[in-house]
C-alpha cells in the first residue's frame, strides 16, 4: 500500500517535472523523482510521520518535517531550498507565489504594544552569542550594502549605515531617533563618525543591554542613549528619524499610524529614511507554497509585509512624503548568502547554543530567504521622505549629495 502510494506520488512529479531527488524510506526502498544517474539531494524519510508531509508539500509542511527531524536531507542547501521550491510549485501548480515572508492579516488587534514586544523578544533574544556567530562583529541584523559586490561583510554594513546616514544629511549636532536599533551599531556610528545626538529604541531586552554596554565602552554616554520602549510611547522632535529593519513588525493595518507617529516626532525640515522588506505580488497577501505559515510559526511571529506601492499610499496618509525609493534586493540576497556561509561555517558552535530544531529552523530560514530574494519573491526599499507639504525649494536638484566622494588624507607639509 504504501509503495503504491508513493508510486502514485513520483509519477505524478515526473510527469510535471523532472527533480534530481531521491526519496529514502525508513526501509531503505527509493524513489528517483528525476532522471538522474546520482541526484543532487536526497531525503530521507525517518520514518511514517514524514508522509504527510511529502505527500502534499509545501514549503511550510517540508520546512516543519525537517526541523522536527521527521525528514533529514543530503546535499548542498542550495540545491535543497530549489528543490523545495520546485516541489511546491508543481504540487501547487494553481497557487500563485506572492511572497516567502508574507503572513495573512488577522485583524488590527493583533499588534498591541504587549503582543509586538513578545513577538520581537521571540526572534531576537534567543541569545547575543547566537548571533555572534554569524553576523558581521558590529552585529548589524539587516540588509548590506555592497557598493562594489566584492565587499566584507563588515565592509558592506558599514557601507549600509554611512549611506543611510548620508542620505537622512546627518550632522553634527543634530538629533536622531533610530527605531528599532538593534544592538546599536547605527546609533553608535552616528555618534562617532557624525557628532549626532541619538536616541535608539528597542523592545529587545538583550538587543538593549548589549547596546548599553557598548555605547559605556565606548564612552558615549553623552550623545547615545538605548531606551526599551515602543515607537509609539516616543514623544519629542527629532531632526532625522532611522527604521531599519523594523516596520515588518508593525503590521499592514497599522501602517498609516505608524507613518503619522513618524511625522509627529520629525522637525519641520527633517528627513526620515524607513528601510525594510515588501512584498513583491501586488494582489496577495500570504504565500501560496507556505513558506509564510512556516516563518509565522516558527521564526517572525506576526510580522506583515506590504507592497512597495502600499508602503508609499501609506505613507502619504500619515503625512509623510517620499522623496527618493532605492530597492536593495540583490544587496539582501548577497547578504543572506554570506549569513547563511557564516551559519553553516559555525554549525559545530551554534548548535552548542541551541537546540537541534531552533538550529534547523535558523539553517532554513536563512537559505531560504537568500533563495526568496534572488528570485524575486521578496524585495527590501530605502524610502527617503519628510513631512507632507514642504515646499519645493527644500528638494534637492539631485541625488549626488547620498554618494560623497571618499576623503582623501591630507598631503605632507612642504
Known amino acids: 500500500m504504501l509503495s503504491k502510494t508513493l508510486d502514485k506520488f513520483v509519477c505524478s512529479i515526473r510527469q510535471q517535472a523532472n527533480l534530481p531527488a531521491r526519496i529514502r524510506l525508513w526501509s531503505g526502498e527509493e524513489f528517483n523523482l528525476g532522471d538522474y544517474a546520482e541526484p ?10 514524514a508522509l504527510p508531509h511529502l505527500i502534499s508539500p509545501t514549503l511550510d509542511s517540508l520546512g ?3 526541523i522536527k527531524g521527521h525528514i533529514d536531507v543530503q546535499g548542498r542547501l542550495a540545491d535543497v531550498i530549489d528543490f523545495s521550491y520546485a516541489l511546491s510549485h508543481v504540487a501547487q501548480a494553481k497557487s500563485r507565489e506572492a511572497s516567502f515572508l508574507g503572513r495573512t492579516m488577522r485583524g488590527l488587534l493583533r499588534h498591541s504594544r504587549k503582543s509586538d514586544k513578545r513577538a520581537v523578544q521571540y526572534h531576537y533574544d534567543v541569545s547575543n552569542d547566537f548571533y555572534r556567530l554569524w553576523l558581521d562583529p558590529s552585529m548589524l541584523y539587516s540588509c548590506a550594502y555592497f557598493e562594489n559586490g566584492d565587499e566584507s561583510l563588515s565592509a558592506a554594513q558599514d557601507k549600509k549605515l554611512d549611506h543611510i546616514l548620508n542620505k537622512i544629511k546627518l550632522r553634527s549636532a543634530h538629533t536622531l531617533l533610530d527605531i528599532g536599533c538593534g544592538w546599536g551599531a547605527l546609533a553608535i556610528r552616528a555618534a562617532q563618525n557624525y557628532g549626532a545626538r541619538v536616541t535608539g529604541i528597542t523592545l529587545s531586552q538583550n538587543q538593549c543591554d548589549f547596546a548599553r554596554e557598548r555605547v559605556r565602552t565606548l564612552g558615549l554616554e553623552s550623545l547615545v542613549s538605548i531606551e526599551l520602549k515602543d515607537y509609539r510611547d516616543v514623544f519629542g522632535q527629532f531632526d532625522c528619524i532611522t527604521s531599519v529593519g523594523m516596520f515588518e513588525h508593525v ?11 513618524i511625522s509627529s516626532l520629525l522637525t519641520r525640515n527633517g528627513l526620515c ?4 522588506i515588501t512584498l513583491t505580488d501586488t494582489e496577495r497577501e500570504e504565500t501560496g507554497l507556505g513558506a509564510g505559515k512556516f516563518i509565522g510559526s516558527y521564526v517572525f511571529p506576526d510580522g506583515e509585509l506590504p507592497h512597495i506601492g502600499m508602503v508609499l499610499q501609506e505613507m502619504q496618509n500619515g503625512g509623510l512624503e517620499s522623496i527618493d525609493v532605492e530597492n536593495l534586493r540583490r544587496h539582501y540576497a548577497h ?8 551559519y553553516e561555517q559555525n554549525a559545530r558552535a551554534i548548535r552548542q547554543i541551541v537546540d537541534e530544531e531552533q538550529f534547523r529552523i535558523w539553517r532554513v530560514y536563512l537559505a531560504g530567504c537568500s533563495y526568496a530574494f534572488e528570485h524575486d519573491h521578496v524585495a527590501i526599499y530605502q524610502v527617503l521622505c519628510h513631512k507632507a507639504g514642504c515646499s519645493g525649494e527644500t528638494l534637492d536638484w539631485n541625488r549626488r549629495y547620498m554618494y560623497p566622494l571618499p576623503r582623501r588624507a591630507a598631503l605632507p607639509s612642504p
Do not use: E
Open 273 to 276: 529614511l524607513n528601510h525594510g
Open 335 to 342: 547578504t543572506l548568502q554570506r549569513w547563511s556561509a557564516n
Open 64 to 66: 516543519t518535517a525537517y
Open 251 to 261: 503590521g499592514r493595518a497599522n501602517l498609516t499610524s505608524y507613518f503619522a507617529k
Open 40 to 49: 543532487k539531494i536526497v531525503i530521507t524519510l525517518c520514518g511514517p510521520m
